[in-house]
């Protein structure tokens, strides 16, 4: 398997523009975890899915944001509109159970102007 | 609430001094634990693990975690450091049974020296 595949790697967008990141999780996982990466904040989880139902978003920072998975292999994070404290790195990550290692994506670095 | 404390921002050492990075968990009910290392640039990786058995688990690239109940820990820890171990390192835990999340500490930063 590839792992958990993110894209885009690097997004630079301006403020007030929609933002969609995407990933793919491993093959077989049930789970899929949405985290942001901040200097200030560290590592927040943001929402967790398991069989593609949202369980927990309550670190969903504001309704800007908002995740899908319309099916087991693709997730999306929306940001809607985008300013610029959302510049950070997210990553995506899946498990095959909740209680056992979460396999990390790459990350998405976003930077809104 | 459940919680994982990571005690030390910034760790410097100097190579092949021996190393231990400190972690608290807080819960009163069974843990599953781990330790992940981010390399600058790149996703979280997984080092090891503790699920449940022997307290003494070893992870890769030469690292060891102990699980104590009685303290709530589960340090880290290399006899030997090496240049390519400096990263950020990332104690987790999260509890177990029912749909429950994985709440990470706030990173260790390790800086190895020659």
């Known amino acids: 398997d590839a792992g958990v595949i993110q894209s885009p790697r690097h997004e630079v967008t301006e403020m007030g523009q929609e933002v969609t990141l995407r990933c793919k999780p491993i093959?077989?996982?049930?789970?899929l975890f949405w985290y942001r990466q901040t200097m200030m904040r560290g590592l927040e989880l943001l929402i967790y899915?398991?069989?593609?139902?949202?369980?927990?978003d309550s670190g969903m920072p504001e309704d800007r944001f908002s995740a899908k998975m319309p099916n087991a292999s693709f997730s999306t994070l929306k940001i809607q509109p985008s300013e610029p404290r959302d510049s950070a790195v997210y990553f995506c990550?899946?498990?095959?159970?909740?209680?056992?290692?979460?396999?990390f994506g790459q990350g998405t670095r976003l930077t809104v102007v | 609430a459940q919680s994982v404390t990571q005690l030390d921002s910034q760790v410097p050492v100097f190579e092949e001094a021996p190393v231990e990075l400190r972690c608290n968990y807080s819960s009163s009910v069974s843990v599953y634990l781990f330790w992940y290392v981010q390399y600058p640039n790149q996703g979280l990786q997984l080092l090891l693990k503790?699920?449940?058995?022997?307290?003494l688990v070893k992870g890769i690239n030469g690292f060891e975690a102990e699980f104590n109940k009685s303290q709530t820990s589960f340090h880290l820890r290399k006899p030997s450091v090496h240049i390519s171990d400096t990263a950020e390192y990332f104690c987790?835990?999260?509890?177990?049974?029912?749909?429950?999340?994985?709440?990470f500490g706030a990173g260790t930063r390790l800086a190895v020296h020659p």
């Open positions: 990550a899946s498990s095959s159970t909740v209680n056992t290692e979460a396999f």
């Open positions: 503790y699920l449940s058995g022997s307290t």
């Open positions: 987790a835990g999260g509890v177990s049974g029912g749909y429950n999340k994985l709440i």
């Open positions: 899915f398991n069989n593609n139902v949202p369980i927990d």
């Open positions: 093959s077989g996982h049930d789970y």
